[in-house]
């Protein structure tokens, strides 16, 4: 199957920092990624669908100026999470979704947990 | 707006039984339908995708059905293991846009 990438995979920062982190499709081309966030014991949330060549579409109650996404190309995708703060930690996925033989499957990195201290 | 549901929220078996996995949904159009593990602080490992037009998935011990009329989805796994032990999470593809995910089964399978 396709394999997504994520980095870093954990990362420890100071309150008030910017944080970057890198999704890619390493064996496809990815048109559309999705960020997800999870909070400790529940389900995945969507954040923001990005779209390679366009600005990112962000769930209501996401504010875009703080999770900045960028899709520059069709296999990287990159969150960046501006002035970190506590109530940012979080477990984040990126998917990308690989329209090879119709299937239409979505297929998920393994994941970056974001402590801020 | 899609909601998707799974019972139970919980559930410990002993090894050896074979177990039923529900997953419930609120709009039936759906594109497809997915099955995922998590095992705690780790990602998430695909097990079965369902296309909408298919009714069930077969990969190993593990079979999913889908009946998108009634809004359901069912996994089932025959013969558990304790390493089957992990975090079960549903979610459906609403049509080429993202995934909505249910919030899990937590399954504990004692030796």
């Known amino acids: 199957g396709a394999v997504v990438s994520q980095h870093p995979s954990w990362v420890i920062c100071k309150s008030g920092t910017s944080v970057k982190i890198e999704c890619r499709s390493l064996?496809?081309?990815?048109?559309?990624m999705f960020w997800y966030r999870q909070f400790p014991k529940q389900s995945l949330m969507l954040m923001a669908t990005?779209?390679?060549?366009?600005?990112?579409?962000?769930e209501q109650g996401v504010e875009k100026d703080k999770f900045l996404i960028n899709h520059a190309s069709l296999t990287l995708s990159t969150l960046t999470v501006t002035s970190a703060h506590p109530e940012d930690s979080s477990f984040y996925i990126c998917?990308?979704?690989?329209?090879?033989?119709?299937?239409?499957?979505?297929?998920f990195g393994p994941g970056t947990r974001l402590t801020v201290l | 707006k899609q909601e998707v549901t799974q019972i139970p929220a919980a559930l410990s078996v002993p090894e050896g039984e074979n177990l039923v996995l529900n997953c419930s949904f609120t709009d039936s159009a759906i594109y497809n339908l997915q099955w995922f593990r998590q095992d705690p602080g780790k990602g998430l490992t695909s097990l079965l995708l369902?296309?909408?037009?298919?009714r069930e998935q077969t990969s190993g011990r593990l079979n999913a059905s889908l009946d998108k009329s009634s809004g359901r989805s069912t996994l089932y796994i025959a013969a558990s293991q304790p390493g089957d032990s992990a975090t079960y999470l549903c979610a459906v593809d609403n049509y080429g846009q993202n995934f909505v995910f249910g919030p899990g089964t937590r399954l504990s399978v004692l030796p």
């Open positions: 369902i296309q909408s037009s298919q």
């Open positions: 990005s779209n390679e060549g366009s600005k990112a579409t962000y």
């Open positions: 998917s990308a979704r690989d329209r090879r033989g119709g299937y239409n499957e979505q297929f």
């Open positions: 064996d496809f081309q990815a048109t559309t």
